[in-house]
């Protein structure tokens, strides 16, 4: 009996070998997971950036003769009431709809970055008064709050964009003030100081530099929270207004036909699906690389 359970305790029995392997097939499917995400971005952005390679035909061609005809080889995702390739379309509807989100995450966490750094660093009044404006602002709904701007500003690709990044200003000033607090006080801050550093110097050199992680990840996932606040606006009438629709404007323009054609929304539908579901996924992993917790845990 004590030999058995020494040789247990240097070469693990049944169950913790079952274990192992259940851990290591998840690791196995969440790169699976993981390296899909980054080919659909890829894509996406293929289509967004040339989107002539990948679609089979110019989004503005009618072919009334093929109104409405369901997905088949020559049309993947079947044809609109005027005889467009709604794939073809979806593929260069893809170019506002990521214009929209990158710009607005690069706007929005650039102006909101600002804010919250200022705020935290020198706080004071100027932590005062700006923290209780961004306090007024996140009590309204991001979608709300854009939906506002958008209106008072009319449907234009820049408006949309200014209303999308204004609605996310207040998260990423949250954040980037929470890091700057907690790293000017600290100890290699504390050194820099004593040794007679000026305030600029130690602003830029340690307490930007060790507070852009957590700005990372939300920008990451920001652009496809950018790009459902930018469909929406489109779905209401106050998005982009072009020959060619993004995919929030093809959602509205198929909704009419859902009960004989759905395929004209549905396609739409599933490429911001797939957009938002795959950047969640590079969000979560960039968040466990750059966390020195989850690190350690890995280690």
């Known amino acids: 009996m004590k030999k058995n359970a020494a040789v247990e305790a240097v070469m693990p029995g049944r169950p913790l070998w079952k274990g192992i392997t259940i851990r290591r097939s998840s690791i196995h499917t969440a790169d699976l997971l993981f390296w899909t995400a980054v080919g659909l971005i890829a894509l996406i952005v293929l289509c967004a950036v040339a989107p002539g390679w990948i679609a089979p035909y110019s989004p503005v061609d009618m072919q009334f003769d093929r109104i409405l005809q369901g997905p088949s ?10 005889g467009k390739d709604v794939f073809s379309v979806v593929v260069h509807g893809s170019r506002d709809s990521l ?18 750094a200022l705020s935290g660093y ?34 234009s690709l820049m408006n ?14 949250r954040v980037m003030r929470g890091q ?26 340690h307490v930007l530099s060790n507070s852009w992680s957590p700005l990372l990840v939300m920008a990451t996932i920001g652009v496809g ?25 093809l959602l509205s323009q198929g909704r009419g036909y859902l009960t004989v054609a759905w395929w004209i929304s549905t396609f739409p539908g599933l490429a ?11 969000g979560d992993r960039l968040r466990d690389y750059l966390d020195p917790l989850q690190q350690g845990r890995v280690g």
């Open 122 to 155: 020198i706080g004071g009044v100027l932590d005062a008064v700006l923290m209780r404006l961004i306090d007024v602002l996140m009590t309204i709904p991001g979608i709300l709050l854009a939906l506002a701007i958008a209106a008072a500003l009319g449907p």
């Open 272 to 282: 911001i699906t797939l957009f938002v579901f795959s950047v969640n996924l590079i």
């Open 99 to 116: 214009l929209i989100g990158i710009s607005s995450v690069v706007f929005g966490g650039l102006v909101g970055s600002i804010i919250g």
């Open 160 to 173: 949309v964009i200014i209303a999308v990044s204004f609605s996310g200003i207040p998260r990423f000033a």
């Open 180 to 205: 700057v607090m907690s790293i000017k006080n600290r100890s290699f801050v504390l050194a820099s100081r004593s040794i007679g550093a000026s305030s600029a110097r130690i602003f830029v050199k």
């Open 73 to 82: 080889l020559s049309h993947l995702f079947g044809t609109d009431y005027y």
């Open 225 to 249: 929270t950018s790009i459902l606040i930018g469909s929406g606006l489109s779905f209401l009438g106050l998005g982009v207004l072009r020959e060619v629709p993004d995919w929030g404007t």
